[in-house]
């Protein structure tokens, strides 16, 4: 069965310290990827997507995320944490063959240390 | 530019009572439109999602409804509600499925609590 797996469910960093969050699909093909951010009590915020192309993208917010074929992986980074990037992100999978269908991961949960 | 509404932002229901929660989107048309739930601690679950006026696909099975009356309007009802069904219940749109990947854009949410 097709899955997203977001394996960490809660990660604490140090304000100004990098930041990797992991996401892995379990898909035969490439599908689309995408990461968003969702701060409390709000709706999710798209930070960046990929299609085809360069395997590094960029995002909004100083985020990128750099998809691996070989390791089925689409992990989010960012250089340094700012407080106001404590949220919540899910990683998200789209196959061409399910429409416009999202798959979510069950998100981790980024709390920042001041 | 695009947005999309949903209300009410906060709802507190007894068990058993009526649910109506309406989403709307603006600056689009011919607009694919999702709900999803998120229980406390927990991921987002697909309920419904529409790809057209009256054309509405279950994701999961259970006592809630979706309707399309309007080509931007995405309603969520359920005749009795249960415990089960508090949540965070968030409203979406995609542009129509065509050969790129189109992102979904999701709405501010509505948060319901079944006492």
């Known amino acids: 069965a097709q899955s997203v797996t977001q394996p960490d469910i809660h990660i604490t960093v140090s304000e100004g310290a990098s930041l990797e969050l992991r996401c892995n699909y379990s898909?035969?093909?490439?599908?689309?990827l995408f990461w968003y951010v969702q701060s409390p009590g709000q709706g999710l915020q798209l930070l960046l997507k990929y299609f085809s192309g360069d395997t590094l993208v960029q995002g909004i917010k100083g985020f990128e995320a750099e998809f691996k074929r070989s390791q089925s992986s689409f992990n989010l980074r960012k250089p340094s944490v700012h407080w106001s990037d404590a949220a919540e992100y899910f990683c998200?999978?789209?196959?061409?063959?399910?429409?416009?269908?999202?798959?979510f991961g069950g998100g981790t949960r980024l709390m920042v240390k001041p | 530019s695009q947005t999309i509404h949903q209300w009410p932002a906060t709802l507190v229901q007894p068990v058993g009572s009526p649910l109506s929660l309406e989403c709307t989107v603006e600056?689009?048309?011919?607009?694919?439109l999702y709900w999803y739930r998120q229980a406390a601690g927990r991921g987002l679950q697909l309920l419904f999602y529409s790809v057209g006026i009256g054309q509405i696909s279950s994701e999961v099975p259970q006592n809630l409804s979706a309707s399309r009356p309007q080509d931007r309007q995405f309603i969520l009802s359920s005749k009795k509600l249960l415990l089960s069904d508090s949540g965070f219940y968030l409203c979406?749109?995609?542009?129509?499925?065509?050969?790129?990947?189109?992102?979904?854009?999701f709405g501010p949410g509505t948060r319901l609590t079944v006492l």
């Open positions: 600056g689009t048309s011919n607009p694919n």
């Open positions: 979406a749109w995609s542009v129509r499925v065509g050969r790129v990947g189109n992102e979904q854009f």
């Open positions: 898909y035969g093909a490439t599908p689309y």
């Open positions: 998200a999978v789209r196959l061409e063959s399910a429409g416009n269908m999202l798959t």
